[in-house]
């Protein structure tokens, strides 16, 4: 669990942020905050990630850039404690990820992708109980998958994020959907791994693995391109996954429905599967 202890500091943090008014203003005042701190304390690595955060994922305007610098100063004047790096550590994630959340990237706003026959909805894994599951097990209920890996260093955990906001929103209606999320990176994401890293965000979040084959195979059939990527002369232990993101939803008759682009908001996100929910018998 340790591992996770960032990350689990980020979600408590966003997710509820998320959902107040005006999540960007506060996101960006939070990130001046910790930039200040981070000033402060001299550890000039984290105020360069709150700034460049700011400047890659918050709107261009005169407004933004003075909030975070009024922020800034504030929190730089006040003579903030330090305290351990890893806590100021998790807080500049999780304010990341809150901004993040309220302003998605414009080229991930795309269009949803229609259904099309070349998506194959066929898959046999095992879930992070150990279960052979298959596509079949969850007959009459929507499935909502998404590919990545636990050591992901965001993409995922904003995915997963919005995933958890979605199923919260959808009320009662969310027993109607069963959320997946199937790793394609075997060889170091365990069931019991995935059982720990699914459940920081929702417990009703199902981790799928296999064999590398399996694995490469259900990515075929949805489509999912990913690679491996080290550094040259890096253990071969060290690599990350370039994955392709988003969501994709399945109905309750296992057919494939639509691709949902990766960082599109929760509202739309919600309402555009609640329309599919509403539409079923």
Do not use: W
């Not at 993409?155 to 959907?177: F, H, I, Q, S």
């Not at 791994?193 to 259900?218: C, H, M, N, Q, W």
């Not at 391109?225 to 690599?239: F, H, I, K, N």
Request: hydrophobic fraction near 45%; proline fraction near 7%.
């Amino acid at each position: 669990m340790k591992r996770f202890l960032p990350l689990a500091l980020a979600l408590a943090a966003a997710l509820p942020a998320a959902a107040a008014g005006n999540p960007g203003e506060a996101a960006v005042a939070r990130l001046g905050q910790l930039n200040g701190q981070a000033l402060a304390c001299r550890q000039m690595d984290l105020s360069t990630k709150a700034r460049n955060a700011v400047i890659a994922l918050a709107p261009k305007t005169r407004e933004i850039g003075e909030l975070f610098e009024a922020a800034t100063s504030r929190s730089f004047l006040s003579s903030p404690s330090c305290g351990e790096r890893q806590r100021l550590v998790a807080e500049v994630d999780a304010a990341v990820l809150e901004l993040r959340l309220a302003f998605p990237s414009s080229r991930h706003t795309e269009a949803e992708v229609p259904a099309t026959t070349e998506i194959v909805t066929r898959y046999l894994l095992q879930d992070h109980n150990g279960r052979t599951v298959t596509d079949q097990d969850f007959r009459g209920r929507f499935q909502l998958l998404t590919f990545g890996y636990t050591s992901c260093p965001d993409v995922c955990p904003t995915t997963l994020a919005e995933m958890a906001a979605l199923m919260k929103a959808l009320g009662e209606a969310a027993a109607r959907v069963q959320p997946l999320f199937v790793s394609v990176d075997p060889a170091r994401d365990t069931p019991a791994l995935l059982k720990e890293y699914t459940a920081l965000f929702d417990a009703r979040i199902l981790g799928l693995t296999g064999s590398p084959a399996l694995i490469r195979g259900v990515a075929d059939n949805f489509k999912v391109r990913y690679e491996e990527v080290r550094e040259p002369g890096a253990p071969a232990e060290r690599y990350t996954v370039d994955h392709s993101a988003g969501m994709i939803l399945l109905g309750p008759d296992g057919r494939f429905l639509a691709r949902f682009p990766y960082a599109m908001p929760v509202q739309e996100l919600t309402r555009r599967v609640g329309e599919y929910l509403q539409s079923a018998p």
